[in-house]
């Protein structure tokens, strides 16, 4: 777990689920795609002022492992946009420092892209300015499910399990838990997302669809999440105590 923030902080880890571009398509008479388009272009505004706050770790929902299930065009078009994000942005991203790292399935996801997804996690290994952890072919239990059969394959007794020896099968291995979790579009669900990791996060909703989350949305978020008191299950006293050992 993150240890206890000091109010005034910004997330060190902010996690997205990017909904609502499908919406936002439909709103302006688009098919769904031009709005998986749009909220692409959006993510290079948002991960550049991700790094101008200072967060260090952006994780974004990029596809889940229920949306396998969405007409075969749609399913389509995405892996066509991730593949074009990689190929278009690496380069600039490696030279920002981004480290990019992959949560989720790699069995699953045509050959091709998951070559694309190992070079990019590759050449950008040693960046460190923010890591990019892209949760594509994600669910939450899947990753639990994952995380129990390796496990059980390595012969770990039941004694020795608690929650740091189980983080180390998770697929954010090394990471901390996320501070901020936002979900645009105004649905007020979890999804599968970090289900284990977002345990004690602070959760912000926003009507707002995601390709029209802005700067000016990112702030809001940070605002709310400057503003909440972070107790991890304990009193306020003794999490001001704990901040100022
Ligand atoms: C949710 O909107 C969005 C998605 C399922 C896809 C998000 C993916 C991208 C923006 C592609 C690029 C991502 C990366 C990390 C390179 P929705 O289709 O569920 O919207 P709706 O609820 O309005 O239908």
């Known amino acids: 777990m993150n240890p206890a923030s000091t109010p005034t902080q910004v997330p060190y880890h902010l996690a997205i689920i990017m909904d609502g571009n499908g919406r936002w398509a439909k709103s302006r008479g688009l098919p769904r795609l031009a709005g998986h388009h749009a909220g692409t272009e959006n993510l ?24 396998w299930g969405r007409p075969a065009d749609e399913v389509r078009g995405l892996m066509g946009i991730l593949e074009q994000v990689i190929e278009r942005e690496l380069n600039e991203l490696h ?7 992959h949560i989720g399935r790699m069995n699953g996801i045509a050959p091709r ?7 990019a ?4 290994r040693n960046n460190d300015t923010l890591i990019l952890n892209v949760a594509l072919n994600y669910g939450g239990r899947q990753e639990i499910i ?12 039941p004694e020795a399990l608690d929650d740091a020896l ?20 105004g649905e007020m669900r979890v999804s599968n997302f970090l289900i284990w990791q977002g345990a004690y996060a602070e959760y912000y909703a926003t009507p707002t669809y995601w390709p029209d989350f802005n700067e000016d949305e990112l702030q809001k ?22 901040r100022s050992k």
């Open 95 to 101: 030279a920002e420092g981004v480290r990019i790292r």
């Open 44 to 67: 290079r505004r948002i991960l550049r002022s991700c790094v101008k706050h200072g967060i260090k770790i952006l994780t974004l929902y990029a596809f889940s492992t229920e949306n």
């Open 221 to 242: 978020a940070l605002d709310h999440y400057a503003s909440r008191e972070r107790r991890f299950g304990l009193v306020a006293e003794q999490t001001i105590a704990a």
């Open 166 to 185: 189980f983080g180390q099968y998770l697929y954010t291995d090394g990471l901390p838990d996320p501070d901020l979790i936002v979900r645009t579009s």
């Open 146 to 157: 994952d995380a129990v059969r390796r496990l059980l394959a390595d012969g770990v007794k």
């Open 121 to 124: 996690v590759e050449m950008t």
């Open 113 to 119: 892209l998951q070559r694309k997804i190992t070079h």
